[in-house]
């Protein structure tokens, strides 16, 4: 069976999220399904930027732990060039 949506059946969508204006109650319900819409954006939204700011900040921290143990294993393959940045004067 074809899961394409008929014309028909698009016209029933489009008419099921249009708000009738000559028709309070459809009104008020297009309104609240709003303010759900919102407060779910508003909620995600939120919790995202926690989220993102956590991965950010764990990024950062294991960034540092990976660098740390590269120039650590550099280091200890040719430690001459680790020895001339860290004395110049040599």
Do not use: C, G, W
């Not at 249009?18 to 609240?32: M, P, T």
């Not at 939204?45 to 650590?72: C, E, G, I, M, P």
């Amino acid at each position: 069976m074809d899961d394409t949506p008929t014309e028909e059946s698009e016209s029933e969508l489009e008419q099921e999220d249009e708000a009738d204006f000559d028709n309070l109650e459809s009104l008020k319900q297009v309104y609240h399904e709003l303010l759900s819409n919102f407060s779910i954006l508003s909620k995600a939204y939120n919790y995202l930027r926690k989220n993102f700011k956590k991965f950010s900040k764990d990024h950062t921290k294991f960034q540092k732990k990976h660098n740390a143990k590269v120039n650590h294993s550099l280091k200890k393959k040719n430690p001459q060039v680790f020895d001339v940045y860290e004395n110049p004067e040599i």
